[in-house]
């Protein structure tokens, strides 16, 4: 924890009665590394809770569960705003398949010419880095991943079976495969999707394989 005075997270900006408050790196005391950064939010919470110590002495407490409905109320839309969700897309570009190897990535994205358009936005999206998470070279068809979380990751949710699409690659350096070795894969979240094809690759090349998967669980 960082050596200061009194916090002063509230004292970057300050006008009728409303604030902006610094925390983690942002804060120049607090700036350098993680363990500095929860010590922001450790030594500024007092802080916080004080600017709605009369609004929270004033409140009902008869009322509570209609505070607590409103809030739930409040995350869920929350939730459906900012939450991000894991959409799959099984592209057929015979080229495309043939020429992958495990570790390896595309560019993909739809046409302009054929997105939909809404209130006068035309719904073209940029051009994603996806993992192959799966191929199947005999059938020709690429099996992606993609988090949506900006604009254009949440179009993919909007494509259509049958929608051209631009599928560029592959590209990015192949995964070293071993043969006859024991090798430990550990993935994260969305990384646990490259996993899949490199696993693949490694069982085929007779190694034993260890999957050590990463995630937060999900909540409904």
Not at 105 to 110: D, G, L, P
Request: charged share 20%.
């Amino acid at each position: 924890m960082p050596k200061i005075g009194k916090p002063a997270p509230l004292t970057s900006y300050q006008k009728d009665g409303k604030f902006i408050s610094f925390y983690g790196d942002n804060h120049p005391v607090y700036a350098g590394n993680v363990v500095k950064a929860m010590a922001s939010a450790k030594n500024g919470y007092p802080y916080v809770v004080k600017l709605f110590e009369q609004e929270l002495a004033s409140l009902n407490p008869s009322q509570q569960a209609e505070r607590d409905a409103a809030a739930k109320k409040l995350f869920a839309r929350l939730d459906d705003s900012f939450k991000a969700t894991i959409v799959e897309i099984v592209i057929k570009s015979t080229l495309a398949a043939e020429k992958f190897e495990a570790g390896q990535f595309y560019r993909v994205q739809n046409y302009e010419a054929f997105a939909p358009t809404v209130e006068g936005t035309v719904l073209a999206a940029e051009g994603l880095a996806l993992t192959g998470a799966e191929v199947n070279k005999e059938n020709g068809t690429v099996s992606l991943i993609a988090l949506e979380m900006g604009s254009s990751s949440r179009l993919c949710a909007t494509w259509k079976a049958g929608d051209p699409v631009v599928l560029m690659g592959v590209t990015g350096t192949p995964t070293e495969i071993p043969t006859n070795q024991t090798v430990l894969l550990i993935g994260g979240g969305l990384g646990n999707a490259v996993l899949f094809s490199i696993g693949k690759a490694l069982r085929a090349a007779g190694n034993k394989v260890i999957l050590q998967f990463g995630a937060r669980p999900f909540q409904s």
